[in-house]
């Protein structure tokens, strides 16, 4: 059977209980900057400005805390800040800055990794890849000094003022508001053909950045082109110029010799009226004298002589005469006789000249 507690135990046990809460609840908050919990690698950093920065507050990696602020010392005009940095490894380009946490003035070392290889252990971050945040308390202070210095009553009066100005301008108010409305409408309801618009113009961008060679070269193509017809409309220039000049001086030959040309051209038109009507004519004599040349050529193309032949007509014959035949005619008459009867039917002694002609 167990025994009461009195009051004053109970209170007793109480006081114990919190306090052990709080101690544990203090550890818990601050376990970071225990000194037996730490490890990791040892880093520094050189800052012109470390104000708001202090030991224990947190080292974050794109947002992850991976370590604690454990030194702040300064240099020569500038501030050595100590870090450590567990399970994260650093390159050699490694840039860090201090960043506001809170409104309040607490502040975190953010730490971003580059560069290739990796850091060495107790390193320092030089000026050139370290950055420093503007303080927002004492600006937030002296916001708060200069808006105790404004003239409220003037700020009233002002209100007023602006206040009949817009109770004067109502209707005009009014409809400019119930514009700004319909054009809100609008665009809300046309939200996703704006979505897909810009979607359109964001596939556009990306074609016209991927020929962004091709335009370029086009468009110096295009400059040489037009420096090309640049040069070229001067020499066109100097054409037409040429032309203008020689049409003048054609004119001013015609003017002065219109006297004698106009009988030359009264006649040759004369001529063409001839050469018009004997077209028919013209073009039977050259059809003929083209003839007539072939066969001259082949005439008289086989040097000195004349290469041709004569065609008797039918039936024709070279007799001898019916006298006392000579020694020549009697050796000849019965070759002539013969022959003769062989192409006329003729037993006169002749030469025939041509097949004899064939009766109907």
């Known amino acids: 059977m167990s025994v009461p507690r009195t009051d004053r135990q109970l209170i007793r046990i109480a006081v114990n209980g919190i306090v052990v809460m709080v101690v544990l609840f203090t550890i818990a908050i601050n376990f970071q900057r225990l000194p037996f919990v730490g490890g990791g690698n040892t880093y520094r950093a050189e800052f012109t400005d470390a104000s708001g920065l202090v030991s224990g507050e947190e080292v974050r990696v794109a947002g992850i805390k991976v370590g604690t602020v454990t030194d702040i010392k300064l240099g020569r005009a500038r501030a050595i800040v100590t870090f450590t940095v567990k399970d994260v490894d650093l390159g050699r380009d490694t840039t860090a800055g201090i960043e506001v946490k809170t409104l309040l003035g607490q502040?975190?070392?953010?730490?971003?990794?580059?560069?290739?290889?990796?850091?060495?252990?107790?390193?320092?971050?030089?000026?050139a890849r370290t950055s420093t945040p503007v303080n927002i308390v004492p600006a937030f202070q002296q916001l708060t000094t200069q808006t105790q210095e404004i003239d409220t009553a003037q700020v009233a009066?002002?209100?007023?003022a602006l206040s009949t100005t817009l109770a004067r301008t109502a209707?005009?108010?009014?409809?400019?508001?119930?514009?700004?409305?319909?054009?809100?409408?609008?665009?809300?309801?046309?939200?996703?053909?704006?979505?897909?618009?810009?979607?359109?113009?964001?596939?556009?961008?990306?074609?016209?950045?991927?020929r962004d060679a091709d335009i370029a070269r086009l468009i110096t193509d295009t400059s040489t082109v037009l420096a090309e017809l640049d040069r070229r409309r001067e020499t066109i220039t100097q054409i037409i110029t040429g032309t203008a000049s020689?049409?003048?001086?054609?004119?001013?030959?015609?003017?002065?010799?219109?006297?004698?040309?106009?009988?030359?051209?009264?006649?040759?038109?004369?001529?063409l009226a001839v050469l018009r009507k004997n077209k028919e004519n013209l073009d039977e004599t050259i059809k003929v004298a083209a003839v007539y040349g072939r066969e001259f050529v082949n005439v008289g193309g086989s040097g000195r002589w004349f290469d041709s032949s004569i065609k008797a007509p039918q039936g024709a014959a070279l007799c001898t005469n019916g006298?006392?035949?000579?020694?020549?005619?009697?050796?000849l008459n019965p070759v002539l006789s013969q022959l003769n009867s062989e192409v006329n039917g003729s037993n006169k002694p002749c030469l025939p000249l041509g097949p004899a002609a064939v009766t109907p």
Not at 157 to 160: G, H, K, Q, W
Not at 192 to 204: A, G, P, Q
Not at 246 to 257: C, F
């Open 107 to 127: 502040h975190f070392l953010s730490v971003t990794p580059a560069g290739s290889g990796k850091l060495d252990e107790d390193a320092l971050i030089p000026l």
């Open 157 to 160: 009066r002002a209100f007023d």
């Open 171 to 210: 209707p005009e108010v009014t409809q400019t508001l119930r514009g700004l409305s319909r054009i809100s409408k609008s665009i809300t309801v046309r939200d996703e053909e704006i979505r897909e618009l810009f979607t359109r113009t964001s596939l556009v961008s990306g074609v016209v950045a991927e």
């Open 246 to 271: 020689l049409a003048r001086q054609l004119q001013g030959l015609v003017r002065d010799n219109a006297a004698t040309l106009q009988p030359a051209l009264t006649k040759l038109n004369g001529v």
């Open 323 to 331: 006298g006392v035949p000579t020694l020549l005619e009697t050796v």
